[in-house]
């Protein structure tokens, strides 16, 4: 009787601990660094991209309050946002809309490509509207051109391939192949398209790195990869000095909760 005593006590304990992860990486929220480098860029200069992904219109303190201080805190030379910033459910774009004025207030070079659930969602033209109307960069099959210091680059974007709203062709028209370019895809592309492009690095988001990440297994389960997903978060090489980044994101779907997986931003530095 005492050792059955024993066992529902572990076994309380390890669900509480469970509950409480669970809790913590679900509304607690960590910045990844990751570090590049590359010959296009000039000796002893550098340029950092903060990469917000996959929010689905979660808000971490009041009007995002610890969100805006840690952004401003890390100060990033470009804030790129890689789709799903609402979600497809997301009726009231209030705390979003709150979130990229302060955004563009503090960085205007921020951009935006689209996600599978802003297409999704009912109100898809209102939103990129109201992005428009606080002119955020939006670069959806487009590039553009940033010189931070010494260091020029690319930014390329694609619309959702997820949705079939991307045109890498299109995007890629015209692009100086001599910069250092990085392309921005909400959705990880894991064909030969992006090894075959001049786009050096991918960042992506869309797997929410699983959202629940088992010991020595990894991510469950991904869009459109299915059941243990080999391109769940983290750098994969993608070929001679090519490199794809997935961020795991901010917030959740389906089922509202993460579990060894904290959400999280990431600062990446190319240097």
Same mark, same amino acid.
């Given at each position: 009787?005492?050792?059955?005593?024993?066992?529902?006590?572990?076994?309380?304990?390890?669900?509480?601990?469970?509950?409480?992860?669970?809790?913590?990486?679900?509304?607690?929220?960590?910045?990844?660094?990751?570090?590049?480098?590359?010959?296009?860029?000039?000796?002893?200069?550098?340029?950092?991209?903060?990469?917000?992904?996959?929010?689905?219109?979660?808000?971490?303190?009041?009007?995002?309050?610890?969100?805006?201080?840690?952004?401003?805190?890390?100060?990033?030379?470009?804030?790129?946002?890689?789709?799903?910033?609402?979600?497809?459910?997301?009726?009231?774009?209030?705390?979003?809309?709150?979130?990229?004025?302060?955004?563009?207030?503090?960085?205007?070079?921020?951009? =935006? @490509?689209? !996600?599978?659930?802003?297409? &999704?969602?009912?109100?898809?033209?209102? /939103?990129?509207? $109201?992005?428009?109307? %606080?002119?955020?960069?939006?670069?959806?099959?487009?590039?553009?051109?940033?010189?931070?210091?010494?260091?020029?680059?690319?930014?390329?974007?694609?619309?959702?391939?997820?949705?079939?709203?991307?045109?890498?062709?299109?995007?890629?028209?015209?692009?100086?192949?001599?910069?250092?370019?990085?392309?921005?895809?909400?959705?990880?592309?894991?064909?030969?398209?992006?090894?075959?492009?001049?786009?050096?690095?991918?960042?992506?988001?869309?797997?929410?790195?699983?959202?629940?990440?088992?010991? =020595? @297994?990894? !991510?469950?389960?991904?869009? &459109?990869?299915?059941?243990?997903?080999? /391109?769940?978060? $983290?750098?994969?090489? %993608?070929?001679?000095?090519?490199?794809?980044?997935?961020?795991?994101?901010?917030?959740?779907?389906?089922?509202?909760?993460?579990?060894?997986?904290?959400?999280?931003?990431?600062?990446?530095?190319?240097?």
């Amino acid at each position: 009787m005492k050792k059955k005593r024993i066992f529902i006590y572990i076994s309380l304990v390890f669900v509480l601990l469970i509950v409480f992860k669970v809790y913590y990486d679900t509304n607690f929220f960590k910045v990844n660094q990751v570090e590049f480098e590359s010959n296009k860029i000039l000796d002893r200069s550098s340029f950092t991209i903060l990469q917000i992904s996959d929010l689905h219109n979660k808000v971490f303190g009041d009007e995002n309050e610890k969100l805006l201080d840690k952004i401003m805190d890390l100060n990033a030379d470009i804030i790129v946002i890689t789709g799903d910033l609402i979600d497809r459910k997301t009726s009231d774009f209030t705390d979003v809309f709150a979130l990229v004025d302060e955004l563009m207030a503090v960085n205007e070079n921020t951009y =935006f @490509i689209s !996600g599978n659930h802003e297409w &999704d969602n009912p109100e898809t033209e209102a /939103f990129f509207a $109201g992005l428009e109307e %606080r002119n955020v960069n939006m670069l959806d099959n487009t590039h553009t051109t940033i010189t931070i210091e010494n260091a020029t680059i690319n930014l390329v974007g694609v619309g959702d391939s997820s949705t079939e709203h991307d045109n890498l062709g299109k995007a890629l028209e015209g692009l100086d192949e001599v910069n250092y370019t990085v392309l921005l895809s909400h959705t990880p592309d894991t064909s030969n398209r992006f090894i075959e492009s001049p786009a050096d690095l991918a960042l992506s988001g869309h797997t929410h790195g699983g959202q629940v990440r088992l010991p =020595f @297994i990894g !991510g469950v389960i991904a869009p &459109d990869q299915g059941f243990f997903p080999v /391109f769940d978060k $983290g750098i994969f090489k %993608r070929g001679n000095d090519k490199y794809l980044y997935i961020d795991s994101g901010l917030g959740t779907s389906i089922l509202a909760i993460r579990f060894l997986n904290q959400s999280q931003m990431s600062l990446i530095t190319v240097k």
